[in-house]
């Protein structure tokens, strides 16, 4: 199937998701302003946006829960609200505490109800099951768009007017995330995707049994909380990395659009391959080359050409993670209930993310520099490459049938 032959639904979902993770990745270029404006530390603001990612997935299953059982529009629209309210809300606060529940609990339940979770689910019930790879690539690549469009240009607004400006515009943005909308109209089908009858007759008690007792599950838990662990600490304080190395502040704005605009046609690649091949050979084969990414990024001087070097092959294995990952749990479990299997999945992805942010500025914070937690990463990511190895990836259903 052709990209342009889509459904409307999965472009509608590409723009939801190009507005909503691209606020949400501008967010490190904001440490250091709103951390002066309140003269607080770098481990402030890294905990709210830790608690945020955190909130992220725990909301993360009930909206997938939620989406299951009445359509992923209600609740999006819901999220674009609690999204808009949460940046306002920032952009006024008068005490640091403010952040906790603005920044950390509305924004986080915004992000859990207008990202991959929601839109991916809806998606999968429109596409073929043989091209799923293929049309999460291509979603999931939207966000990397949003990091590519909207970081530059919020480096411009804060430039040009001030931190509590900007996050204004950006609620007013989330506002178009209502429209977008009202065209996804997905809702539980009962026939399912793949018109598989045990799969339509099976509860999500059922199907949660199911997968808590999989080993490959519990696996494919383990790699994501090692993304998460990834995204956060790079896109939380890369700008603040750059900054102690006495480089400009266009210089991150540019690493992290190079992270947004490679990822466009990364997270699409691994799309593509893991349609092709083993999504679990081809998982491993992403977190190698990040490993061999960040040693070199850490290893090597750091200068404006190493950063947008650094930006851009980082990008190109950013999410590929996450069609390959939504990929292997609808493989294994199916797509009548994939939002609440991969919603508990990308709960465990927030934890990564929680981990990444708050370490990052606490350990900045203890040792004066972000050496170790960048020496973490390199580890981490070895270590993800070989727990998708003993991944089993073959449809649940099949092993009954043969058992």
């Known amino acids: 199937m052709s990209i342009f032959r889509f459904p409307l639904l999965v472009w509608m979902g590409i723009g939801?998701?190009?507005?909503?993770?691209?606020?949400?990745?501008?967010?490190?270029?904001?440490?250091?302003?709103?951390?002066?404006?309140?003269?607080?530390?770098?481990?402030?603001?890294?905990?709210?946006?830790?608690?945020?990612?955190?909130?992220?997935?725990?909301?993360?299953?009930?909206?997938?829960?939620?989406?299951?059982?009445?359509?992923?529009?209600?609740?999006?629209?819901?999220?674009?609200?609690?999204?808009?309210?949460?940046?306002?809300?920032?952009?006024?606060?008068?005490?640091?505490?403010?952040?906790?529940?603005s920044l950390g609990a509305l924004v986080g339940l915004g992000l859990s109800a207008t990202s991959y979770v929601i839109i991916l689910g809806a998606v999968a019930r429109v596409v073929p099951a043989k091209h799923t790879a293929k049309a999460f690539g291509l979603t999931t690549a939207a966000g990397s768009f949003g990091m590519f469009a909207v970081i530059p240009g919020a480096q411009t607004l804060l430039s040009t007017f001030n931190w509590q400006s900007t996050l204004q515009i950006f609620a007013m943005l989330c506002c178009l995330m209502l429209a977008f909308s009202c065209f996804i109209r997905s809702k539980p089908s009962k026939s399912g995707a793949q018109g598989a009858t045990s799969e339509d007759s099976?509860?999500?008690?059922?199907?949660?049994?199911?997968?808590?007792?999989?080993?490959s599950y519990w696996l494919i838990h383990m790699g994501f909380f090692v993304c998460g662990f990834h995204v956060m600490f790079i896109a939380t304080h890369l700008p603040s990395y750059l900054a102690d190395k006495g480089l400009p502040g266009t210089t991150a704005a540019m690493a992290l659009a190079n992270v947004g605009i490679f990822n466009i046609f990364g997270t699409y690649f691994w799309g593509l391959v893991g349609d092709k091949y083993n999504k679990r050979y081809v998982m491993s084969s992403l977190y190698l080359i990040r490993t061999v990414v960040i040693a070199a990024f850490v290893i090597f001087p750091v200068t404006v050409e190493t950063a947008a070097f650094f930006g851009g092959a980082i990008g190109f294995c950013w999410l590929g993670t996450v069609p390959l990952t939504s990929g292997l749990v609808r493989q294994i479990f199916g797509a009548r209930y994939l939002s609440t299997?991969?919603?508990?999945?990308?709960?465990?992805?927030?934890?990564?993310?929680?981990?990444?942010?708050?370490?990052?500025?606490?350990?900045?914070?203890?040792?004066?520099?972000?050496?170790?937690?960048?020496?973490?990463?390199?580890?981490?990511?070895?270590?993800?490459?070989?727990?998708?190895?003993?991944?089993?990836?073959?449809?649940?259903s099949r092993l009954a049938t043969a058992s």
């Open 341 to 396: 299997l991969y919603g508990l999945v990308f709960f465990t992805h927030q934890v990564g993310s929680f981990l990444g942010a708050w370490f990052g500025g606490r350990i900045y914070d203890y040792y004066g520099s972000y050496e170790p937690i960048w020496w973490t990463t390199v580890a981490m990511a070895f270590l993800a490459a070989l727990i998708h190895l003993p991944v089993d990836d073959r449809p649940v």
């Open 16 to 101: 939801t998701l190009i507005i909503s993770l691209g606020i949400r990745q501008s967010f490190g270029i904001f440490m250091m302003p709103i951390s002066n404006h309140f003269d607080t530390g770098r481990e402030f603001f890294s905990l709210a946006i830790a608690l945020q990612n955190l909130l992220f997935g725990v909301f993360q299953p009930f909206v997938g829960m939620a989406a299951d059982r009445w359509g992923a529009q209600r609740i999006i629209w819901a999220g674009a609200v609690a999204y808009s309210l949460g940046l306002y809300l920032t952009s006024i606060a008068i005490e640091p505490s403010w952040l906790y529940l």
């Open 202 to 215: 099976q509860t999500l008690r059922e199907a949660l049994k199911e997968a808590f007792t999989n080993r």
